[in-house]
């Protein structure tokens, strides 16, 4: 029997694969499907203080080995989020749960994750202050090492459960901003969201996506996701979750070994909604083949 | 909606760019007319949704229309071949609003839901009339499975080679009908929509990221709420709709 658990702040995961946000709703599509508790645990769709509609469609645009993708945080809002879909979350899933929290002012932050914070089913608050998709704010905090590191310490002071933040990719020196964030009191760094990206359809010459950029995700963009998990790993001590086109057990071995603790996975579950399915029940034949007894010993071997 | 892999049992052409493929696999997922199919291909990340023409206890016909990559790869492909499917998505059309007398309208590649979607209504005992709209007459298909089926089907094109010189709509306005069904291009419905008499059901296409409804990639804002196309759709009430 080979020991698949993880330890991310203090609690345990029967494994490390957790389906990222954005891909998994708030469960219940995919509980449909199979029953959702063999996951680590999931981390909601991202949520924001006040409801969302999102961008204009078209929002999705396929992509060599991947995905655009603009939908702009499209979210019910954290009240009805409390009221309505944890209560509906907790018929089908029993473990605690990671709650995606996305803002557009520090103060937004803060009412968003103070709330959700005395939510019982929330395990940890994982902070996305990355997406790429919307025009005021969102990207700022991401890509400057002083505002991320203020958003953290405005959050901390309100909270008590661990606090991951999910990093933007689209940085000069993302080790820089990790350890802003770890000094500003984070729990773990997620990493890494979307690219900015862009399709072009040539035959009406116009972007495909309504908002012309969007985050691209999806294969094409593991290596790109490893590099950083590396990085980061080496300039940080608190724990981090890998994501980034991760699609098969090998791959959630790969990212491990570059740093992660655990392992999202995001655009896969939308091509294969069984993929989370399918990599934890591959993943002891894949410890096997590479003489893996417990998972733990290969975080960060690669270093 | 169930995940499998469907064998190619045939794979034919209709017209220039209009194909027909019939798969064979578990079709107990689907549940009415106007559901969709997600179809994974070789080297695209993303599936590709088609709607379902006809289905049995054991197959299912796909009709479509070349258009791009995914459907250009379609068509080259033989019988025999196995198609990783997600089956059964969407809400599809409720027929139990119909009246004895509905009249189904569709145009171009948006025709082949109509067809499961007449085939229900007859076996429920109504007697629904049928406007096929096509640009000229190389580009029709499918008129002869429905005059098997159905007393009035009506032909319209737009450069009058054969039926009704002209649109959907220049028949519509002429008939009696208890409700309507009507998939196809967005200035067809706009058409429809400042023709037809009483309640019916449009059956809309957007760019969609997972089919199932988990990418939020295909919502709309609907009188009663943000839908999404795949998962509340694809087919919304002419009430709930924002033109």
């Given amino acids: 029997m080979v020991d698949t658990k993880v330890n991310l702040s203090g609690i345990t995961l029967d494994n490390p694969i957790i389906p990222a946000s954005g891909t998994f709703g708030f469960g219940y599509e995919f509980a449909e499907l199979y029953d959702i508790n063999m996951l680590g645990t999931f981390s909601f769709k991202g949520t924001t203080k006040d409801a969302r509609f999102g961008n204009p469609t078209p929002r999705i645009a396929e992509c060599r080995e991947g995905m655009i993708n603009s939908v702009g945080l499209q979210n019910p809002g954290v009240h009805k989020v409390i009221e309505e879909e944890l209560p509906k979350l907790k018929q089908c899933f029993s473990k605690p749960v990671m709650a995606n929290v996305s803002g557009f002012s520090i103060d937004e932050y803060v009412y968003t994750c103070e709330l959700l914070d005395k939510e019982p089913q929330v395990g940890w608050l994982e902070v996305n202050i990355s997406c790429p998709n919307v025009h005021n704010g969102g990207m700022a905090f991401g890509t400057s090492a002083d505002n991320a590191a203020q958003v953290v310490k405005a959050i901390k002071a309100v909270t008590k459960k661990p606090l991951y933040v999910k990093l933007s990719p689209n940085v000069t020196d993302i080790a820089s901003i990790a350890v802003a964030c770890e000094e500003a009191g984070a729990d773990g760094i997620s990493l890494i969201n979307t690219l900015l990206g862009m399709k072009i359809d040539l035959k009406t010459k116009r972007c495909v996506v309504a908002n012309k950029m969007g985050g691209f995700s999806g294969r094409a963009i593991f290596p790109v996701a490893v590099r950083m998990v590396y990085q980061v790993y080496e300039a940080v001590k608190i724990p981090v979750i890998g994501m980034g086109g991760v699609a098969t057990a090998e791959d959630v071995i790969e990212m491990m070994l570059a740093g992660a603790t655990a392992v999202e996975v995001g655009a896969e579950n939308l091509v294969n909604p069984y993929a989370c399915r399918d990599i934890i029940n591959d993943l002891p034949r894949v410890m096997k083949k590479y003489g893996i007894n417990k998972l733990t010993d290969i975080i960060g071997g690669a270093h | ?243």
């Fill in chain 2, 1 to 243: 909606m169930t995940s499998a892999y469907y064998t190619v049992i045939s794979n034919e052409k209709l017209t220039e760019n209009v194909y027909k493929m019939v798969l064979g696999g578990d079709t107990s997922s689907i549940t009415a007319p106007g559901q969709f199919i997600n179809i994974k291909l070789e080297g695209l990340f993303l599936r590709r949704p088609i709607s379902i023409y006809d289905w049995d206890d054991k197959t299912l016909t796909i009709i479509y229309k070349v258009v791009g990559e995914g459907t250009e790869q379609m068509a080259g492909i033989k019988a025999g071949v196995s198609l990783d499917c997600l089956v059964g998505l969407g809400n599809g059309f409720d027929t139990s609003v119909s009246g004895e007398r509905p009249v189904l309208i569709g145009g171009g590649v948006g025709i082949p839901p109509m067809y499961g979607l007449a085939k229900k209504l007859i076996a429920e005992g109504k007697k629904p009339q049928v406007i096929l709209g096509f640009n000229k007459e190389s580009e029709i298909f499918a008129y002869n499975e429905f005059c098997a089926i159905c007393e009035d089907v009506y032909v319209t094109t737009v450069d009058g080679s054969v039926g009704t010189c002209g649109f959907v709509t220049d028949v519509l306005k002429n008939l009696d009908y208890t409700y309507f069904y009507t998939c196809g291009p967005m200035p067809m419905f706009r058409a429809i929509e400042a023709t037809a008499l009483g309640s019916g059901q449009f059956s809309f296409e957007e760019r969609m990221g997972c089919g199932f409804g988990a990418c939020m990639g295909c919502t709309c804002k609907t009188k009663y709420g943000n839908k999404r196309i795949c998962k509340d759709g694809p087919v919304l009430v002419r009430e709930e709709i924002i033109w």
